[in-house]
């Protein structure tokens, strides 16, 4: 068990107190860095009690501090990370082998700023000033019971947001700016903190040693449990066809516009769809619907695959068509490509169709059959 530290929630805050001297790698601007100076880390939750956040200060630094001081805590002895997420909802994942205990714990909730790295900027920094983006943040702390040093305390923060990526990843959880598949959000923070009581310091957190073992275990675990327990993603609320779609923007408005801009071919096949709500009622009818959800899953993949160049455009709708035209059924054992003429699949249009046109298409002909 790790025990020099102890944790206590404070006006919605967690406070984290040491009780022996640590060694500390921080990405906050308020005692950022590697230190051996701080005696408090603090995960703040910067609502102060709004639906809103609300900076304390003229800068983030400043902002850190301000809260800092109001928990009565010296600003100079503390670093500090902000979130939007209920710090009480903290996830929290303990490992041990032999001597070394690594503890994990994280707040998180990316559903409104997910990222990708290399996705679309939201700000260019200029002079300090910045603009505050939508609330979503993943905050981890990690605390190791040896001493580590400098070399080891970066790669563990590496290891870290690695585990985190992969955390991430796992939900299939979309990037709010592009189509990828998020890794975390642009305002996630981290914050290790290594004794520096013990005989000698590991040199080593690399994936290879038993140290980057359990800080990819635990810090992936915490990650995972703080989101299901901040917004409930998992595994059965990632399992709906709204959800699979976000990314690639397909809702039931997108598919209304795609309708009406293809409504005479679809009206060759008597696809009339009367009012976009109409639509919705067919859509969400079939949120749930696990042979639909799978197979759009798998379609989504191949465009994954392309847009990473691992696939040919041809070959990736030539299968696309063929796993939903061939792999969507109703319970009576009809499949979709039995229940439109050759026609459907033969229009003049479709062979000028984008991947996600194609899923567009086959997407109306389905929920119209059902």
Known sequence: MNNFF?????????????SSPVRVLSTSPL??????????????????????CRMLGNTYEEDLAEHVRSLGIAPSCATALSTAAW?????????????????????????????????????????????????????IFLFINQPLTDAAMV??????????????SQLLLGSCYSEEIATGSGTDGTVIASSLQGCSALTDASGHSKLGELIGKSVKSAVKQALLN???????????????????????????????????????????????????QHFFAHNLTSNLVLCVSLYLHL????????????????????LLICGLYWKQGQFLE???????WKQPELLYF????????????????M
């Open 303 to 322: 465009m994954d695959q392309f847009r990473w160049n691992l696939i040919m455009q041809q070959e990736a709708l030539r299968e696309g068509k063929h």
């Open 6 to 18: 102890t944790r206590t929630q404070k006006h919605g805050n967690t406070v984290f107190t040491f």
């Open 230 to 280: 901040q917004t409930a993603a998992s595994g059965p609320r990632q399992f709906q066809l709204s959800i699979r779609l976000f990314r690639y923007k397909i809702t039931p408005g997108t598919l209304w516009d795609f309708y009406i801009g293809y409504q005479a071919v679809f009206e060759k096949f008597k696809v009339a769809f009367a009012t976009p709500s109409s639509l919705e």
């Open 87 to 139: 710090t009480e909802l903290a996830a929290t994942e303990e490992l041990h082998f032999r001597g070394l205990t690594v503890t994990a714990v994280a707040t998180g909730g990316i559903d409104s700023n997910g990222i990708h790295p290399g996705d679309p900027s939201s700000y260019y920094e200029e002079s300090g000033n910045y603009e505050l983006l939508p609330p979503g943040t993943i905050n």
């Open 31 to 52: 005692n950022g860095g590697i230190t051996e100076h701080l005696s408090h880390i603090v995960n703040i939750n910067c609502m102060n009690g709004s639906y809103e």
């Open 155 to 168: 790669r563990a923060m590496m290891l870290c947001s690695e585990a985190k990526a992969a955390a991430v």
């Open 354 to 369: 984008s991947l996600r046109e194609q899923l567009m298409y086959l997407l109306l002909l389905y929920l119209w059959q």
């Open 338 to 344: 039995e229940a439109y003429p050759a026609e459907a």
